[in-house]
Antibody
Framework: EVKLLESGGGLVQPGGSLRLSCAAS????????MSWIRQPPGKAPEWLGVIRNKANGYTTEYNPSVKGRFTISRDNTQNILYLQMNTLRAEDTAIYYCARWVGGPHYWGQGVMVTVSS | DVVMTQTPVSLSVAIGQPASISCKSS???????????LNWLLQRPGQSPKRLIY???KLDSGIPDRFSGSGSETDFTLKISRVEADDLGVYYCLQGTHFPHTFGAGTKLELK
């Protein structure tokens, strides 16, 4: 069974940093693209970026809305996906999801809340 | 960015009746591979989104065949042949062809 479990969310001040983790299990992690998606309260989801699989060199693509501030990485020995978020703003407040990506977000985690506020 | 325009914003349907949601993209979603990466997702209240359909018309495993997807290029439709109570929530279309990938604003399906 595919499982994705996010962690690392919480309250952070504007300008601060946070690293989210997504523990993956139930599938061969290195075979799959993985994405981060966020959803502000009451709004539609927003795709943040993707990290490709081993066959495609683990390269990354980002939404311009977060490029330069957010970094996606993966630990393929521990099957963990990461999202490093820097210079956080109030508008980054959202539920953050990781997803296994096959032409689209096939499996989602349960999400983790990030609140940026002073 | 590719803009995904969903209509209607909300839909009130009686159990057992059909429902249809439209999604139009601001540019063709046919990729260089010839594939069209148009997805439909359902987000039930308090839950993570769940994908129903990928590549315009392919149902994900476990999704009942009451759901169907159709369309091409820039014009896509999700149809539910007979709405059930479990179908309530917000439906999103998502294009995975062009970067950045983009979602529609959502269509809320409610019971009449």
């Amino acid at each position: 069974e595919v499982k994705l479990l996010e962690s690392g969310g919480g309250l952070v001040q504007p300008g601060g940093s946070l690293r989210l983790s997504c523990a993956a299990s139930g599938f061969t992690f290195t075979d799959f693209y993985m994405s981060w998606i966020r959803q502000p309260p009451g709004k539609a989801p927003e795709w943040l970026g993707v990290i490709r699989n081993k066959a495609n060199g683990y390269t990354t693509e980002y939404n311009p809305s977060v490029k330069g501030r957010f970094t996606i990485s993966r630990d393929n020995t521990q099957n963990i996906l990461y999202l490093q978020m820097n210079t956080l703003r109030a508008e980054d407040t959202a539920i953050y999801y990781c997803a296994r990506w096959v032409g689209g977000p096939h499996y989602w985690g349960q999400g983790v809340m990030v609140t940026v506020s002073s | 960015d590719v803009v995904m325009t969903q209509t209607p914003v909300s839909l009130s349907v009686a159990i057992g009746q059909p429902a249809s949601i439209s999604c139009k993209s601001s540019q063709s979603l046919v990729g260089t591979s010839g594939k069209t990466y148009l997805n439909w997702l359902l987000q039930r209240p308090g839950q993570s989104p769940k994908r129903l359909i990928y590549l315009v018309s392919k149902l994900d495993s476990g999704i009942p065949d009451r759901f169907s997807g159709s369309g091409s290029e820039t014009d896509f439709t999700l149809k539910i042949s007979r709405v059930e109570a479990d179908d309530l929530g917000v439906y999103y279309c998502l294009q995975g062809t062009h970067f950045p990938h983009t979602f529609g604003a959502g269509t809320k399906l409610e019971l009449k």
